[in-house]
């Protein structure tokens, strides 16, 4: 079992950055691949970023160039630094965890609670 909870939301100016964190329990935490989604109002989750171990990651075209993904094993913590913000970029932002690196949500086991992300222009 995994808990995740996520907290760095918050909101900021078009151009602006901010850096989500995601905290997670449990003492397999390095063996997991894990992601960030975001939904925004009347729209369906869509993947943002994914790492597995420390160097492999995977970017939705949409922010590629712009948000980093990272990981902390010794703290169980998995972050995304979101730089060159959009108001498109709002939406409320989960974090996520699961065994395999893709962009599919179904994939992933463990869900955090969300953190809000409000971008004004």
């Known amino acids: 079992q995994v808990q995740l909870v996520e907290s760095g939301g918050g909101l900021v100016q078009a151009g602006g950055s901010l850096r989500l964190s995601c905290a997670a329990s449990?003492?397999?935490?390095?063996?997991?691949?894990m992601a960030w989604f975001r939904q925004a109002p009347g729209k369906e989750r869509e993947f943002v970023a994914a790492i597995r171990w420390s160097v492999n990651t995977y970017y939705a075209d949409s922010v590629k160039g712009r948000f980093t993904i990272s990981r902390d094993n010794a703290k169980n913590t998995v972050y995304l630094q979101m730089n060159s913000l959009k108001p498109e970029d709002t939406a409320v932002y989960y974090c996520?965890?699961?065994?395999?690196?893709?962009?599919?949500?179904?994939?992933?086991?463990?869900w955090g609670q969300g953190t809000q992300v409000t971008v004004s222009s």
């Open positions: 996520a965890a699961g065994t395999v690196l893709t962009s599919i949500s179904r994939n992933y086991v463990y």
């Open positions: 449990g003492r397999t935490f390095n063996n997991y691949a």
